[in-house]
């Protein structure tokens, strides 16, 4: 249990963080008055050594490590009555629930995913799976186990969602927060949107911090750090993208973003890479970053600069989400207004088709399309596709756009021809670029919404793939090239065709060169510097598989993913198997270690802990059925934890 008992008032007290420029909501900061009322959430104190025996696992309700509800009601009122305790959204939908009601749940199976609701819903994730599936929402045409009328059967329960939440509008709650799970041994996770494919923002018996109305922005016309001036913008920890490209369009400005409306414009797309249409261009959204506010594990606040805390520095800008501090805002590199100019280009296998390409023809094409994506880059472009396999009639469609940056509409087909003019030679039916090409401002007309998401459930298994694969000029490196797209049985293909895998590449070239002063020198995975092409296979499950059946998929999908043959090539973890193998070499490359060193510094107590980030190898979910990687479990150390 925390001892009660206070420290000196200089122990207590933060040392003052160069202000700099801060956001109204960053000056409002926890106070010693504030502590001596409830000491539960005094700060930490930093260097720290850990005890040499020390609790097994993470407080959890029911236990008599968990916090009594004295405690819970004075944090609450220490927060101003910020702490939620959410149940799941779904819980409308079962009979036997104190919240069922039969609107609300129709209209969260019918209409919900028409609308902001789950970016705004505390506790829900855009990935079901991690959370443990005890309280799913039903489908459109029921669950299966009724009569379709959107009822469940059973009970719903918490599982993998937190037990509280932090309402965060200023620094002092994440302070409190933050602070009061230290304490007290609580596992702590924070959240933004939910945009979240391996279940970081989730965990069973936990407190959440929930930076989503951290909603601050501000334009700097002249900003000067290092060896950058220029213009710059200012970020809070819950701006989405899409408010991001209207603050954008409001001020003429263009800053590389999340292409997804609805991702946070920093936090966890930030902090592992971030990539966006103008990454060829720019960079990545890590290589835009020229400040960074949070609070770190012992509670203070600290504004992070080039020029001082020069290893949390490093290890901020790629190093990965959730296990160095929790963001609070973010300035950025800003850039003069363009425009992008976009086509799209589809195939289709049909064997039913008399103008469908064959088999063989139609994996050569796709083949010609990816092999002539360097000449996009080189003029700092971006490509973004998917071939999806349709299982009931044996299709499988083929989609990618060529999207390029501030190009006449002359140059754009002049550049793209050649691949138009090689296809047309190799399908049954000649195709042609568009009669109209118009570029269209990059920030848009400045009235995105952001609505429209809904939770599914999809595991991803993915891979960067390096650029000296498109140096096709020995025979052997053709064959590669040649096994990977188009032999069937072989690499992308049977994924595709054997597998049923979706297959989604985005190509870019993110190289130094590009990244620029400061983003050059960060602790982004160095796999990302030779890059030309971003592949993930996407498993979309059904809800209700058993830890065994799970198991099995997982197994099966890495098998394809290895037929890809790319042995050393890197990972991005915001779009990863969280289950990948050998994941501190396939997300970090040889950064690792060296950032392991930055955690034991700065979060000697482990207070923050997310799959697959860094020092996560010492704590695991124990979960009762052994589901791989759901968070519906209690967090407790490993054996490399217990040393």
């Known amino acids: 249990m925390y001892p009660l008992t206070l420290l000196t008032l200089t122990l207590l007290l933060p040392p003052v963080s160069p202000s700099r420029t801060l956001f109204p909501f960053e000056t409002i900061q926890l106070t010693p008055s504030d502590i001596t009322t409830f000491p539960a959430v005094k700060f930490g104190t930093l260097p720290y050594k850990p005890p040499s025996t020390q609790p097994p696992c993470r407080a959890y309700p029911s236990t008599p490590s968990w916090p009594p509800p004295s405690q819970w009601s004075l944090l609450n009122s220490t927060l101003h009555g910020a702490l939620l305790q959410p149940v799941p959204a779904a819980a409308a939908c079962y009979p036997g629930n104190i919240n069922y009601n039969a609107t609300t749940c129709d209209w969260l199976i019918h209409e919900s995913g028409k609308t902001h609701f789950w970016l705004d819903e505390p506790v829900s994730t855009l990935t079901l799976w991690p959370q443990g599936e005890t309280c799913s929402l039903p489908s459109e045409e029921g669950d299966g186990s009724g009569d379709g009328s959107g009822e469940v059967g059973g009970e719903c329960e918490q599982g993998g969602f937190p037990v509280y939440v932090v309402n965060a509008s200023t620094v002092r709650d994440v302070q409190v927060g933050v602070n009061f799970a230290r304490n007290w041994g609580l596992r702590l996770v924070i959240k933004n949107t939910g945009h979240d494919f391996g279940g970081r923002s989730l965990g069973a018996g936990s407190l959440s911090i929930w930076v989503h109305h951290l909603k601050d922005f501000e334009f700097l016309p002249e900003y000067s750090v290092g060896e950058y001036t220029g213009m710059a913008v200012r970020l809070g920890a ?4 899409w408010e991001h490209f209207n603050h954008m369009a409001e001020h003429n400005i263009s800053v590389v973003a999340p292409g997804g409306a609805t991702v946070g414009a920093v936090g966890g797309w930030i902090a592992v890479a971030g990539h966006g249409a103008l990454t060829s261009k720019y960079g990545l ?8 506010n949070v609070v770190t594990a012992d ?9 001082d805390q020069r290893d949390l520095w490093w290890a901020l800008r790629g190093g990965g989400p959730s296990t160095f501090s929790v963001i609070t805002s973010v300035t950025l590199k800003a850039h003069p207004p363009l425009t992008t100019t976009t086509t799209s280009l589809q195939l289709t296998l049909n064997p039913l088709s008399p103008t469908s390409p064959n088999r063989t023809t139609f994996w050569r094409a796709i083949s010609s399309i990816y092999h002539f994506t360097p000449h996009i880059l080189a003029a700092g472009g971006y490509t973004f596709s998917y071939i999806r396999p349709n299982l009931t009639d044996s299709t499988i469609s083929f ?3 060529h999207t390029l940056p501030n190009i006449p509409v002359s140059d754009y087909r002049a550049l793209l021809q050649p691949l138009y003019t090689e296809l047309s030679a190799l399908l049954p039916v000649p195709i042609s670029l568009p009669g109209t090409i118009t570029p269209t401002p990059y920030a848009g007309n400045g009235r995105r919404t952001g609505a429209g998401d809904t939770p599914i459930n999809t595991r991803y298994h993915s891979r960067l793939f390096p650029s000296s694969l498109w140096n096709t000029n020995t025979t052997a490196s053709r064959e590669k090239w ?3 797209w188009e032999t069937e049985g072989k690499g992308i293909r049977a994924g595709v065709e ?6 989604h590449g985005i190509g870019y070239a ?9 983003g050059r020198d960060s602790a982004v995975n160095p796999a990302w510097r030779g890059a030309w092409l971003h592949g993930s296979l996407m498993d979309v499950q059904r809800e209700g598989l058993s830890a065994g059946e799970v198991r099995a998929r997982e197994e099966r999908a890495r098998g394809f993913l290895g037929g890809w043959n790319l042995t050393h090539a890197g990972s991005y973890m915001n779009e990863g198997d969280p289950g990948e193998p050998d994941w501190q070499s396939r997300f970090y490359g040889p950064l690792y270690d060296d950032l392991l ?3 034991r510094k700065w979060d000697p107590w482990g207070v923050f802990w997310a799959s697959t980030t860094v020092g996560s190898e010492d704590w695991e979910v124990v979960t009762a059925d052994g589901y791989p990687m759901g968070q519906n479990g209690r967090l407790c150390r490993t054996d490399a934890g217990s040393r």
């Open 238 to 241: 819950g701006v989405e993208s």
């Open 285 to 292: 959204g890590v290589d835009q970053v020229l400040a960074v």
């Open 299 to 307: 509670g203070r606040f600290v504004s992070v600069q080039p020029d």
């Open 399 to 401: 989609t990618i756009s």
């Open 482 to 484: 040649t096994t990977l």
């Open 498 to 503: 054997e597998g049923g895998y979706v297959f």
């Open 510 to 518: 993110p190289t130094r060169e590009v990244a620029g002063w400061p």
């Open 597 to 599: 060193k930055v955690k």
